[in-house]
């Protein structure tokens, strides 16, 4: 794995503090390998006789120096330093000790929000107090502690938190805490995730509308249409009747008889109904007499 020199990713933050209270500088260091951290006060590195019961950590590239109580000669500029192989960084801020006091106070508050599933999210507080009040975020009144996902950052009295890639599951009710030894304040605001919204075709939306889902308007067109419909059939209908009436043949009328004689044998009325039609007239020929083999 290749080497990389030293970087701060959350630098100090000033602090004010009020004088018997304790202080305390944090810093986040990143490097390969992992680098040796010291601390310095007005340029000169800080040893456990010059401040008296100063504790110093370093875990996990998280730097820490904690004051128990400061006094008006704990007053300075205070640096840390990061060293590795691949070269080194230093982040510097200011301690100020005062006997005066202020509670929180919110000069920036929460502000609601709604983003898209995926956005990343910001929420900004700035805060004024002294001594400087420690902040905590929460949600649904959990308390969020800094991680890859949501990250808690400071700059000055701007505190933030940053959530990488939002989800539905993320929505819900934030808030913000200010606390020192002068008071407490609280900043509220909404989150919002939207999910991603699935078009419906417009054929299968209305496969599920019910009739009585129907505008009035709609039915009245739907029923119109349906009458049009039957009307349209039925036309068609008399037309074909008709049309079949035209083709056939009237029906033919047998010729009246003319004697009351019973009806001669098939043979005999073909040659009447010839006979009959015959435009000149005839002389009426016998028929002939059916002699039966033997």
């Keep these: 794995m290749s080497t990389q020199a030293p970087t701060f990713t959350q ?23 992992v680098p ?37 000669a704990h007053s300075g500029r205070f640096s840390v330093r990061a060293t590795n192989g691949a070269g080194q960084a230093t982040s510097t801020a200011e301690l100020l000790v005062t006997v005066e006091t202020a509670p ?14 995926g956005s990343q999210v910001r929420l900004d507080v700035r805060v004024t107090g002294i001594p400087t009040p420690v902040v905590k975020f929460y949600r649904e009144g959990a308390e969020i502690q800094s991680s890859a996902d949501f990250q808690i950052v400071q ?17 819900g009710t934030y808030s913000v805490s200010a606390s020192n030894s002068s008071g407490r304040t609280t900043s509220t605001a909404e989150l919002l995730v939207q999910g991603e919204e699935v078009a419906v075709p417009a054929k299968k939306t209305k496969t599920f509308v019910s009739t009585s889902q129907i505008s009035q308007t709609r039915q009245a067109r739907v029923e119109k249409r349906m009458e049009a419909s039957f009307e349209s059939t039925a036309m068609m209908e008399m037309q ?55």
């Design 11 to 33: 630098p100090l933050q000033s602090v004010v503090a009020l004088e018997g209270s304790a202080a305390t500088f944090q810093a986040q260091a990143s490097g390969n390998p």
């Design 36 to 72: 040796e951290v010291s601390w310095f006060r007005d340029g000169q590195v800080l040893t456990a006789a010059a401040l008296p019961g100063a504790q110093i950590s370093f875990s996990d590239g998280r730097a820490v120096l904690m004051i128990p109580a400061v006094t008006a």
């Design 104 to 117: 929180p106070n919110f000069i920036q508050r929460l502000q609601s929000m709604t983003v898209r599933q």
């Design 155 to 171: 700059d000055g009295d701007l505190y933030s938190l940053l959530i990488a890639e939002a989800f539905p599951e993320d929505s």
């Design 240 to 294: 074909i009747e008709d049309g079949d009436l035209a083709h056939k043949a009237p029906p033919r009328v047998p010729p009246k008889p003319t004697s009351k004689s019973p009806t001669p044998p098939t043979g005999v009325s073909k040659v009447a109904a010839t006979r009959h039609q015959s435009p000149s007239p005839v002389r009426p020929v016998k028929a002939p007499i059916h002699t039966p083999h033997r």
